[in-house]
């Protein structure tokens, strides 16, 4: 990590309002937020800074022909250490879109709602320190 405290979070939505929300909320939680606007740019991000990247917060529905599913089994299968959380108000993940251990919430989502799923999603080890204050 490149200030040797701050764990990265990559934050993709095509929405800048609902992106910037999303970085706020994950900001808050203790990760420094990197941001995408689509699959395309994600990867780009992903590739390269995926040694910092602890976890990714994306959005199904965006713009190209991948949506949020399709990057978050992705990073699942080429960057296994980072833990991965999908929002939607729309899509509803089926039996194969979500890669084993990824945790899906809907839209609207609160900051305590995120908090709560990154809380059970990082193991105790990889908890930024706003985690683990919540969680005791």
Known sequence: MT???????????DDALIRMDAADIIEEAGFRPLEAYDVDSALVVLERSADDIQLLFTDVQMPGSRD???L???CAKRWPHIKILVASGQAKPGRDDLPEDAVFIGKPFSAEVVHTRLIE???DGQ??????????
Request: overall charge positive; cysteine-free; charged content about 35%.
């Open 121 to 123: 999603l990082l193991p």
């Open 72 to 74: 978050a089994r992705e």
């Open 127 to 136: 908890k930024p320190e706003p985690l683990k204050r919540k969680a005791r």
């Open 3 to 13: 200030d040797g405290t701050t764990p990265h979070a990559l934050v993709v939505d």
């Open 68 to 70: 949020g599913f399709a």
